[in-house]
């Protein structure tokens, strides 16, 4: 009966962990999902980011021509960071640009930008 007792209260604590590893590693990818298509809508959104009144961006209607088309964003701009600055307050690295600081502005939230940042490195 120990021996029974005693590998119980090993195997339940270690089934319990890796039901709770499993399920924390099968929501990442459904999370990231989900903020892709956030940041496309808020990208594709005429009252939010309003990123088509500029750039043309597959899947989008009505794209703009004043911007760059937006393709091939995750080699062009590896890293992250410098993709959330451009959309966050871009006349900081480029005070002459006409792109609006959707950060600084208060258009998007910091949560909003990083929807749309993981949504144009899809592109």
Do not use: W
């Not at 990208?43 to 209607?61: M, P, Q, V, W, Y």
């Not at 911007?67 to 871009?90: F, M, Q």
Request: glycine letters at 6%; a neutral charge.
């Amino acid at each position: 009966m120990t021996i029974i007792t005693s590998t119980k209260s090993v195997l339940i604590p270690a089934l319990t962990v890796a039901l709770l590893l499993g399920t924390a590693v099968l929501s990442r990818p459904l999370h990231a999902e989900s903020a892709v298509a956030d940041g496309q809508k808020l990208a594709f959104d005429r009252s939010k980011g309003n990123c088509l009144t500029c750039h043309e961006i597959k899947g989008g209607n009505l794209a703009g021509n004043i911007g760059p088309a937006l393709t091939d964003i995750k080699s062009k701009y590896p890293n992250r960071a410098d993709l959330v600055a451009i959309v966050t307050d871009e006349t900081k690295r480029n005070p002459l640009t006409v792109m609006p600081p959707f950060g600084r502005n208060h258009i998007l939230t910091d949560k909003e930008i990083d929807a749309v940042v993981d949504f144009l490195q899809t592109l």
